[in-house]
Nanobody
Framework: QVQLVESGGGLVQAGGSLRLSCAVSGTIIRVNSMAWYRQVPGKQRELVAAITTGGTTNYVDSVKGRFTISRDNAKNTVYLQMNSLKPEDTAVYYC????????WGQGTQVTVSS
């Protein structure tokens, strides 16, 4: 069973930065487009950023220019560098394949104070 373990969240002031990591069991990231999602209580999970096996990235408009998704296939890890954070970025962040193939991990809480 594939396991996804997110880490790196925390409390940060607006304008600050965080780097999230997602450790993925096995080698699935080598054959899957991967993505970061976020969810706020009472709202649907939102896809934030995605990266293909070839390294092509795309982002939801609200994070373009501030977030960067990357992958390290040798470490089976996906990253999300988040800069210029805003209070509206506050959410639980999850990683999964681009189409959410696998069981969701516990996520990592990101809280941005104003």
């Amino acid at each position: 069973q594939v396991q996804l373990v997110e880490s790196g969240g925390g409390l940060v002031q607006a304008g600050g930065s965080l780097r999230l990591s997602c450790a993925v069991s096995g080698t699935i990231i080598r054959v899957n487009s991967m993505a970061w999602y976020r969810q706020v209580p009472g709202k649907q999970r939102e896809l934030v950023a995605a990266i293909t096996t070839g390294g092509t990235t795309n982002y939801v408009d609200s994070v373009k220019g501030r977030f960067t998704i990357s992958r390290d296939n040798a470490k089976n890890t996906v990253y999300l560098q988040m800069n210029s954070l805003k209070p509206e970025d506050t959410a639980v962040y999850y990683c999964n394949s681009r189409i959410g193939l696998y069981s969701w991990g516990q996520g990592t809480q990101v809280t941005v104070s104003s």
